[in-house]
C-alpha cells in the first residue's frame, strides 16, 4: 500500500510541474528517451516493473524521467552487479543532452561540450 501511494503520489507530482517544466521537449527525442528506460526495464511482469513502467509512459517532461534514474537504477540492481546496473544508467546521459539544463548533467558533460565547440 505504502508504494501504491508513492506511485500516486508521484504521478500527482508530475501533472501538478508539468505546467512549470518546459513544455518544448522535441516529442521524438523524448521517446528515444522513454524507449530506452523502458528497454532497461525489460519485460518483467511483476508489480514493481509494471509501476515503474507506467511512472516512465506517463511522466511529462525529459526532466521528470531524468529525475527516475535512481529509481531505474534501484531496479536494475536487484538482477544485476551495481558497476554494470550504473554503466547502463549512465549510458542513458547523452539522451538527455538539450533536453534538460545542462547543469543536471554534471560538470563532464560540461566540459565535453565545452571542447567540443572550441575545437574546428
Same mark, same amino acid.
Given at each position: 500500500?505504502?508504494?501504491?501511494?508513492?506511485?500516486?503520489?508521484?504521478?500527482?507530482?508530475?501533472?501538478?510541474?508539468?505546467? !512549470?517544466?518546459?513544455? !518544448?521537449? !522535441?516529442?521524438?527525442?523524448?521517446?528515444?528517451?522513454?524507449?530506452?528506460m523502458?528497454?532497461?526495464?525489460? !519485460?518483467?511482469?511483476?508489480?514493481?516493473?509494471?509501476q515503474?513502467? &507506467?511512472?516512465?509512459?506517463?511522466?511529462?517532461?525529459?526532466?521528470?524521467?531524468?529525475?527516475?534514474?535512481?529509481?531505474?537504477? &534501484?531496479?536494475?540492481?536487484?538482477?544485476?552487479?551495481?558497476?554494470?546496473?550504473?554503466?547502463?544508467?549512465?549510458?542513458?546521459?547523452?539522451?538527455?543532452?538539450?533536453?534538460?539544463?545542462?547543469?543536471?548533467?554534471?560538470?563532464?558533460?560540461?566540459?565535453?561540450?565545452?571542447?567540443?565547440?572550441s575545437?574546428?
Open positions: 500500500m505504502k508504494q501504491f501511494l508513492s506511485t500516486l503520489f508521484d504521478t500527482v507530482a508530475q501533472r501538478l510541474q508539468a505546467n !512549470d517544466s518546459k513544455r !518544448d521537449d !522535441d516529442p521524438y527525442r523524448l521517446a528515444r528517451v522513454r524507449r530506452a523502458l528497454d532497461l526495464v525489460g !519485460d518483467d511482469s511483476n508489480w514493481e516493473a509494471e515503474l513502467r &507506467h511512472r516512465v509512459l506517463v511522466a511529462e517532461s525529459a526532466r521528470a524521467l531524468w529525475f527516475m534514474r535512481p529509481d531505474l537504477l &534501484h531496479w536494475l540492481c536487484r538482477a544485476q552487479d551495481e558497476r554494470t546496473a550504473m554503466a547502463q544508467v549512465m549510458g542513458l546521459q547523452p539522451l538527455f543532452e538539450g533536453l534538460i539544463e545542462t547543469s543536471l548533467l554534471g560538470p563532464s558533460s560540461r566540459r565535453d561540450r565545452r571542447d567540443r565547440s575545437h574546428p
